[in-house]
């Protein structure tokens, strides 16, 4: 390994010369806290910025063993530290000047929500932190001067303020790490109480704006009914209480803009740890829970559907059932069923964005339509068998049809974000709305078998490399999907993804099953149960194939991770 001294003689080399030669930077370097990794140098002042890397030794960075001896801490810590760092390299970014992205520095930008990310990785071995530099040039020639700046004056600082234990305020990454701990704690205190979410009284469940995931700053505390309010002593802060929804079947109904969408999509969230002073941070669901919605013109492949839906006019079979251009009904149907394969223990829905005629059927449609031809068995009629036999709860928000309430087990009224649980007072009003006693077809369990197709690379056939496979690339088209190939993969309704560098790993992740899993043998859920084990013993770099992970990519769920493969055209 090279000296940082010798960074700086080859910087005095390059100086003033052809931007290209920046590539003779590519390398280890010691500095007297950590090594300094230039894995990947930019071709131009204009493209994507020069991936760089820093590893700390444990002994160095001096972090109590206790802060990352299990996974839950780990990412925590991690997390943190990435955001340490992106505060210290804020001050310097773009100091430098120069052409282009020249004096860029740039790392992972961390909401709200906690992930696991490759901007920071933790190991027995130490820390490794991975971000993005612009290296500087004046038009296309190298201004070396400026980049040693930056390795040599701004770096060093930001590494000692943001990854030195003993340079951070301790108090604080302490209440972080036990915050993680207590949330980790009620997770898995959800199972052994028969609950599949909890909202602890004083949480602050609305958002700042559609476009922001911060707390409204001047809103309503939530405060728990009685009757489902659940106290649970946490290992740290002590005795907390607040609502706890029990499993089975729960409907949130409420007038318009009394709060019930609000409350769904911090449930929604709630499958991730949140930041300290979120306001959502003991907002707890089963981590499996996944929302579930109507997605026109979705692709589905060899999914069976017939739990939902049977005798097509078209005869066409729904226990194998594809199509290029889905209804609503038929896209929410495969939906469900490929959340059941993906291991779901909760489906969490909304109405409003929901197929209507997938959810329910009024007794005037079912006296005008009569049952034999009518191929939609709705979900109204599935959501009991899917929680006795299935073991699956459902949440559901209802706003217009009253059926809901003769299935479920809990109702909960938003009334001015207020909850109220009046089960028993609709219990006692349903004698007076019958419903007609339609019996659905007999439950059993989904067989799909998709089969991801082997594709012959395609050859180039001019160029420097003619003759030679052409490289699946990857456009990510922020979190709303990417493009693999020429095939864009839209996940813009996978509405539990919430970061684009979870968009950006799922692209690796899809891109790695076709080069690498496919064989016209393995089934879709046979290639991502291969990945699983991959992404727990070695986390997302086993996607570098030997080479670098950079910065830039955030571990999806499982969930959508089958989201994504089911999207996949192939």
Request: glycine share 8%; net charge neutral; with cysteine.
């Amino acid at each position: 390994m090279q000296h940082s001294t010798d960074l700086q003689n080859l910087l005095h080399s390059v100086h003033r010369k052809s931007y290209p030669a920046y590539k003779s930077l590519k390398g280890s370097y010691q500095f007297d806290n950590y090594i300094l990794s230039i894995d990947h140098v930019q071709g131009d002042p204009f493209a994507s910025p020069s991936h760089i890397s820093v590893r700390i030794s444990h002994k160095t960075a001096g972090f109590p063993r206790e802060y990352y001896s299990d996974h839950v801490t780990r990412i925590t810590l991690s997390d943190y530290l990435t955001r340490q760092f992106e505060k210290q390299v804020s001050h310097y970014t773009f100091r430098a000047k120069g052409s282009g992205k020249s004096g860029l520095i740039s790392v992972s930008h961390c909401g709200q929500e906690i992930l696991e990310r490759t901007a920071c990785e933790i190991t027995e071995k130490g820390i490794t932190a991975r971000f993005f530099i612009g290296f500087p040039a004046n038009g296309r020639t190298i201004n070396a001067t400026e980049l040693e700046k930056i390795l040599f004056d701004f770096l060093p600082v930001c590494v000692q303020k943001a990854f030195l234990y003993r340079n951070i305020n301790h108090k604080e990454l302490e209440q972080t790490i036990f915050l993680a701990e207590e949330q980790t704690y009620i997770r898995s205190q959800l199972a052994k109480r028969n609950l599949v979410a909890f909202v602890a009284d004083g949480s602050i469940l609305p958002r700042e704006s559609g476009i922001s995931s911060r707390p409204m700053k001047v809103s309503i505390p939530f405060t728990s009914p009685e009757s489902l309010r659940v106290t649970m002593d946490l290992p740290h802060k002590g005795k907390i209480s607040g609502m706890g929804i029990p499993e089975g079947i729960t409907l949130i109904v409420g007038g318009g803009y009394h709060g019930k969408s609000t409350l769904l999509n911090a449930l929604e969230l709630g499958v991730y740890n949140h930041i300290s002073g979120d306001g959502r941070e003991y907002v707890i669901t089963d981590e499996t829970a996944l929302k579930l919605r109507s997605e026109d013109g979705r692709f589905i492949k060899d999914v069976d559907i017939s739990l939902f839906i049977n005798d097509l006019p078209n005869k066409k079979d729904t226990r194998c059932f594809s199509t290029e251009d889905a209804s609503g009904s038929t896209s929410q149907a495969a939906g469900i069923v490929e959340g059941m394969e993906a291991g779901s223990r909760v489906f969490l829905l909304d109405e409003d964005t929901s197929a209507t005629n997938f959810m329910v059927r009024d007794t005037f449609m079912q006296e005008v339509i009569s049952r034999e031809k009518e191929p939609i068995t709705p979900f109204l009629e599935r959501a009991e068998d899917l929680y006795k036999k299935a073991g699956i709860s459902t949440i559901l928000v209802a706003g217009s049809s009253g059926a809901f309430f003769h299935i479920a087990d809990t109702i909960i009224q938003m009334d001015s974000y207020h909850p109220v649980d009046i089960s028993e007072k609709v219990r006692a009003l349903c004698g007076k709305y019958p419903l007609n006693p339609v019996k659905a077809s007999a439950f059993a369990f989904p067989t799909s078998h998709r089969i991801m197709k082997k594709q012959a690379p395609f050859i180039r056939s001019h160029g420097r490399n003619a003759g030679r496979p052409e490289q699946l690339k990857i456009k990510v088209h922020g979190k709303d999907g990417f493009l693999i190939g020429k095939q864009d993969v839209d996940l813009r309704y996978v509405e539990q993804l919430i970061d684009p560098e979870q968009t950006a790993a799922l692209g690796l992740l899809l891109k790695y099953a076709i080069e690498k899993l496919t064989d016209d043998r393995r089934t879709v859920a046979d290639i991502i149960k291969v990945l699983s084990g991959q992404l727990e013993q070695n986390g997302l770099s086993f996607l570098s194939g030997g080479s670098y992970i950079s910065c830039g990519y955030a571990m999806p769920r499982l969930q959508e991770i089958y989201s994504c493969f089911n999207r996949y055209r192939r």
